[in-house]
């Protein structure tokens, strides 16, 4: 859908922020693989495997332990790594919408010096035309003894110059204008197209993320109480340690990317607050097609938890505590 909007002077802005992304894919990716490793090579208590779980053979055979090591390993992945695998898809899609709008921004701010250029233009044009008529043509008629007819003609060819150059201002004043209703009408365009892929990523994730969320708050929840009451070496600590971190990072991951994503769908309405103040030669439908952009602009896009939570930095503080707090309450049940 962005195909058309983009330019080459676009390219070495996608190319940085796609380093970026991918250079942090890879480290939450080494992450859940460190997350892994630490819980495949730490034994659980007195069963030699790394997960506390019930099967209906006996491990203390080679055979039986190799089989129920498989198990623990394919759980374990495919809860942390293959999760992780899929938040990077998602968290990289928001992170293109977050480009897009950072393209729109920068198109708008064109707008803006495009505006700049057509008033300076202008200001030379009027001024060109007002002086060099008299510069030209009382050089032109200065030998002449008769002083009466080259006055006439003086002031016919400077009147025919004025005229000339009102009339070339004014084709450039056309087109200019011509330029910048173009141009307005493909960031409106591209503004929509942004807007309609936010709401597609927000209708097919936003259950999927509502019950992440939760998960997640209920994990953190018992893993804190886990560590803090149940833990019965440094080992057990240890591995309930590192799978609470990776639960605080992927919860993490989508507030800090649907975040920067509000951040930057809010700036695209101060970008176009700013255009309007060098737009004050430009006709009125232009300034109030600037006007609705502004106004559709300051309604941020956001990925939110099927509606009831947008995900940002104070949502992820608000889930911790609130996880806390039923960990508060489970030690409290526990201690009486």
Not at 249 to 255: D, G, I, K, M, N
């Amino acid at each position: 859908d962005f195909g058309e909007f983009m330019a080459p002077r676009d390219v070495p802005l996608l190319r940085r922020h796609s380093r970026n992304q991918r250079r942090f894919v890879l480290a939450y990716l080494s992450l859940g693989m460190c997350d892994v490793s630490t819980w495949l090579t730490s034994p659980m208590r007195d069963t030699g495997l790394p997960l506390d779980v019930i099967l209906p053979f006996d491990t203390a055979h080679p055979i039986g332990w190799a089989a129920g090591w498989l198990y623990c390993a394919f759980i374990t992945v495919h809860a942390v790594v293959m999760n992780m695998m899929a938040d990077a898809f998602n968290v990289s899609l928001m992170a293109q919408l977050r480009m897009q709008l950072i393209i729109l921004r920068k198109n708008i701010n064109d707008l803006a010096s495009n505006g700049e250029s057509a008033v300076s233009s202008k200001s030379r044009t009027t001024f060109k035309g007002a002086e060099r008529p008299w510069k030209l043509y009382t050089r032109m008629y200065k030998p002449y003894p008769l002083r009466k007819f080259n006055n006439h003609n003086q002031k016919m060819n400077s009147i025919m110059l004025v005229a000339e150059a009102k009339k070339h201002q004014q084709s450039s004043e056309f087109s200019n204008s011509n330029d910048i209703h173009y141009r307005l009408k493909r960031i409106i365009i591209q503004h929509q197209t942004i807007i309609r892929n936010t709401e597609f990523l927000q209708k097919c994730l936003g259950g999927m993320l509502l019950g992440q969320s939760l998960a997640l708050g209920v994990a953190i929840c018992i893993l804190l109480f886990q560590v803090g009451l149940s833990a019965q070496s440094a080992r057990e600590t240890g591995k309930f340690g590192a799978y609470l971190c990776a639960m605080f990072t992927e919860l993490s991951v989508y507030c800090w990317f649907g975040d920067k994503l509000m951040s930057e769908s809010e700036k695209v309405a101060f970008a176009a607050y700013d255009v309007v103040t060098s737009m004050q030669e430009c006709p009125v439908s232009i300034k109030r097609t600037l006007l609705l952009i502004m106004l559709r602009a300051q309604r941020p896009l956001c990925i939110t938890a099927a509606g009831f939570f947008p995900f940002s930095r104070e949502s992820f503080v608000s889930i911790i505590n609130v996880s806390y707090s039923f960990f508060a309450i489970l030690r409290n049940f526990k201690e009486e």
